[in-house]
């Protein structure tokens, strides 16, 4: 099936770490998608990992991948007030000739003062 | 600077109306994409094109119609016949969908308000 799983909410002190974790189905995917979106705008790729990679690290952010159990997360550590958005995961899977992209249904980020 | 923009940013509609939502891109890429976006609900696919002259149905396409006579633009109607039609519509591209790496830039969307 096409289906990819994520909290819907998530509640953080500011200066703490953050941890979004999300489950994908197609244990063939080969590109996983983390995007951010801030209130009324569009999405941003945050960052992406390799089905090969089982873990990605820039700066604060860190991705952690687990194909055998087709489990994504992605951490933030020293969480902002600015880093408050909704965080949506996404995998790429091969359907006939192409690729799509499936989405989850995003986590909406609060961090608190 | 190359990008995506979509406008209005707000659109009014009343019921029995159609309307049409604007998606334009200067990235020269060839896929295109149009998601309608439902509180806790993520992004629902609804028409995306491959390439101009071809479009094919997403998930939730009864109710809107597309077309792609320029590689740069790919506008969306939402019909009378969508009985929902209230959401925020997205727009997005990629290089193409041949590839594994087929990351999509998305447009600041469109918000619809049926009255």
């Known amino acids: 099936g096409e289906d990819v799983e994520q909290s819907l909410f998530l509640s953080v002190r500011e200066g703490d770490s953050s941890v979004i974790n999300c489950t994908y189905t197609?244990?063939?995917?080969?590109?996983l998608y983390w995007y951010k979106q801030e209130p009324g705008a569009g999405l941003q790729l945050l960052t992406y990992?390799?089905?090969?990679?089982d873990m990605k690290q820039d700066q604060r952010l860190t991705v952690l991948l687990n194909k055998k159990d087709t489990h994504l997360s992605r951490r933030i550590a020293d969480t902002q007030t600015g880093d408050s958005a909704i965080y949506f995961c996404?995998?790429?899977?091969?359907?006939?000739?192409?690729?799509?992209?499936?989405f989850g249904s995003g986590t909406r980020l609060l961090v608190r003062p | 600077d190359g990008g995506i923009t979509q406008s209005p940013k707000y659109l009014f509609r009343k019921e029995g109306q159609n309307v049409t939502l604007s998606c334009e891109q200067n990235?020269?890429?060839?896929?295109m994409y149009w998601y309608r976006q439902d509180p806790g609900q993520g992004l629902r696919l609804i028409y995306y094109?491959?390439?101009?002259?071809?479009?094919q149905k997403g998930d939730i396409a009864e109710g809107y119609s597309v077309s792609r006579e320029k590689k740069e633009s790919f506008p969306l109607t939402v019909t009378s016949a969508q009985k929902n039609p209230t959401a925020f519509y997205l727009c997005?591209?990629?290089?193409?969908?041949?590839?594994?790496?087929?990351?999509?830039?998305f447009g600041p969307g469109t918000r619809l308000t049926v009255l």
């Open positions: 990992i390799f089905s090969n990679m």
């Open positions: 996404a995998e790429s899977i091969r359907r006939d000739s192409s690729y799509k992209l499936i």
């Open positions: 094109s491959q390439i101009v002259n071809d479009f």
């Open positions: 197609d244990s063939s995917s080969t590109y």
């Open positions: 997005a591209s990629s290089i193409d969908r041949g590839r594994a790496y087929n990351e999509q830039f």
């Open positions: 990235l020269n890429h060839d896929a």
